[in-house]
């Protein structure tokens, strides 16, 4: 209360101040600014995301398990050395935009609702080809200058299935190792992408091992027979981007 008051009373005082005194005002108040959108960060807490994860998604095991481990080795990480990039696929319906939510609910007070999480919609956001050079201009300056603000940001980007390329190669310098763009680190920054690609394949082998009696569990990520399909058809569906 102190520091909203003495902002107040400076603010409304009808006083003459010199220079030196407004940049040490202009400094507390940025102090203060950033201080308040720090606030709006959680203490990371694994057994929180875990049991969120447990109780909010099912018969989803195998995002889970790889969301429990990627999102808390990067939380825990005080000087990480890349962003947190998740890449999510599969059919409409299955939950993708859940799971970016519980992640954004266990990194946010205010979850999903944080004016830290930037979403774009790639038909939505991006609709006229005629307009490529001014959305990459506009999503490198929105991408930098939150970053740039507040490094715990979290960009989420829906149907990148439907993303032009030029807009992607926009996003691809902010995600590599030690990225540095314009003397802004990102490391700290969380992205997330959400496609349909390769959603068939995973129907498909999940269908299969359905009428072979195997569990629905036994289905793992780093099974031979659903990494090598996926891959396979989202680097050759010629209507994806990736």
Not at 32 to 59: A, I, N, T, W
Not at 89 to 115: C, F, L, P
Not at 202 to 210: H, N, Q, S, T
């Amino acid at each position: 209360m102190k520091v909203h008051l003495l902002i107040v009373l400076l603010l409304v005082s009808n006083i003459a101040l010199s220079s030196g005194v407004l940049e040490v005002f202009a400094a507390a108040v940025s102090v203060v600014y950033k201080f308040f959108q720090r606030d709006d960060l959680l203490p990371f807490d694994f057994k929180r995301l875990e049991k969120d994860l447990r109780d909010s998604l099912f018969g989803q095991h195998i995002v889970s398990d790889v969301v429990l481990k990627a999102v808390t080795s990067f939380m825990n990480d005080s000087n990480p050395n890349k962003p947190l990039v998740l890449s999510f696929h599969g059919t409409t319906g299955v939950g993708k935009n859940h799971v970016a939510k519980i992640i954004a609910r266990n990194v946010y007070k205010k979850g999903i609702q944080s004016k830290h999480i930037h979403t774009y919609i790639s038909e939505h956001h991006f609709p006229h080809r005629t307009k490529l050079d001014l959305y990459s201009a506009q999503l490198k300056q929105w991408i930098h200058g939150n970053v740039s603000s507040f490094p715990r940001s979290m960009f989420i980007f829906d149907e990148m299935d439907k993303m032009q390329p030029q807009l992607i190669d926009v996003i691809k310098p902010f995600l590599d190792y030690n990225a540095r763009v314009d003397r802004v680190s990102f490391h700290n920054a969380i992205f997330i992408f959400l496609s349909n690609a390769g959603g068939n394949v995973i129907a498909e082998v999940a269908l299969d091992y359905w009428r072979e009696g195997k569990n629905r569990e036994e289905l793992w990520m780093n099974s031979k027979e659903m990494e090598t399909k996926i891959l396979q058809n989202i680097f050759n569906d010629k209507n994806s981007v990736y």
